[in-house]
T-cell receptor
Framework: EDQVTQSPEALRLQEGESSSLNCSYT??????LFWYRQDPGKGPEFLFT???AGEEKEKERLKATLTKKESFLHITAPKPEDSATYLC???????????????FGQGTILTVHP | DAGVTQSPTHLIKTRGQHVTLRCSPI?????VSWYQQVLGQGPQFIFQ???????GRGNFPDRFSARQFPNYSSELNVNALLLGDSALYLC??????????FGPGTRLTVL
């Protein structure tokens, strides 16, 4: 069964203090790893998809990287508006009842103080 | 372009009642997935429909059912509501097995 574990559960940063969020995963065959941002009471907002080890994607202050066992979301010089819960999810390449299914971690709650 | 829309936004029901949640996908997307998110946890997969056929089912009881209509919109039905069904219900649309884009969710409270 696919599993995703995110760490830390919560992270408090000062504005401008760079850091990284970790997503460890086990999956029978990885089709894609997805990062989402979720604000309180709202639906997750898509950020990145990573497909193979060594791949990197960037968007503004965020950079996602992927290895065969984990993914990192690096946040450079964060601002208070980056405060949110960041979710990691995996999709395996099996069909059948797992078709398209995303398996999520529990998320990392990021708070950036001014 | 309009994103994924869900209705209603909030819903309060009592135990034993039935509820229907609705979702309209992004134009051109033929796949709709449903997830349940309990406070403090990541979303849990309930169903996926593609081209009006069920393509995936998560580990949820038979009280949960769904369908997809010819215009690709979808309904999630939950019968015999339990207190533990209180959650944020999320709908996501995608082209197929691609990136899934989520709607704002329906907050269900069961009393």
């Amino acid at each position: 069964e696919d599993q995703v574990t995110q760490s830390p559960e919560a992270l408090r940063l000062q504005e401008g203090e760079s850091s990284s969020l970790n997503c460890s995963y086990t999956v029978s065959g990885l089709r894609g790893l997805f990062w989402y941002r979720q604000d309180p009471g709202k639906g997750p907002e898509f950020l990145f998809t990573l497909y193979s080890a060594g791949e990197e994607k960037e968007k503004e202050r965020l950079k996602a990287t992927l290895t065969k066992k984990e993914s990192f979301l690096h946040i450079t010089a964060p601002k208070p508006e980056d405060s949110a819960t960041y979710l990691c999810a995996v999709q395996n390449n099996a069909g059948g009842t797992s078709y398209g299914k995303l398996t999520f971690g529990q998320g990392t709650i990021l708070t950036v103080h001014p | 372009d309009a994103g994924v829309t869900q209705s209603p936004t909030h819903l309060i029901k009592t135990r034993g009642q039935h509820v229907t949640l609705r979702c309209s996908p992004i134009s051109g997307h033929k796949s709709v997935s449903w997830y349940q998110q309990v406070l403090g946890q990541g979303p849990q997969f309930i169903f996926q429909y593609y081209e009006k056929e069920e393509r995936g089912r998560g580990n949820f009881p038979d009280r949960f059912s769904a369908r997809q209509f010819p215009n690709y919109s979808s309904e999630l039905n939950v019968n015999a509501l339990l207190l533990g069904d209180s959650a944020l219900y999320l709908c996501a649309s995608s082209l197929a097995r691609n990136e899934q884009f989520f709607g704002p969710g329906t907050r269900l409270t069961v009393l």
